[in-house]
């Protein structure tokens, strides 16, 4: 549903979204409910970070169609994994602290 959503309003934009694929390759393995588990949140997680484009594009229907997918998705994702995260769609290396930038003023001269 929400995919055929998503491609109505692209296409109502002339843009021309791409068909989904006839089949996909699984990222990890599955052979226990356990490995189906982990691959659900996968999953979740990467049609969280889909979405997270949407929300940055000036389109309010674009943008607000994005925060709905994604709060749905990181439920989803919540469930499955037992535990939220704090930016669903971002990568964690997003969320890492970094070194703050030095910044020097004007050098003296004399």
Do not use: H, K, N
């Not at 943008?63 to 439920?75: N, P, V, W």
Request: include cysteine; charge should be positive; hydrophobic fraction near 50%.
């Amino acid at each position: 549903m929400s995919r055929d959503q998503l491609a109505g309003l692209l296409r109502s934009r002339g843009a021309d979204p791409a068909a989904a694929a006839v089949a996909y390759r699984l990222p990890v393995p599955v052979q226990t409910a356990g490995q189906a588990m982990a691959l659900a949140v996968i999953l979740e997680e990467r049609v969280c970070a889909g979405y997270l484009s949407l929300v940055a594009i000036s389109d309010r229907a674009l943008r607000t169609l994005g925060a709905q997918q994604i709060r749905q998705s990181a439920l989803r994702a919540a469930a499955w994994r037992g535990a939220t995260v704090a930016f669903p769609g971002l990568p964690a290396s997003a969320l890492e602290r970094r070194p703050a930038a030095v910044t020097r003023g004007p050098r003296a001269r004399g």
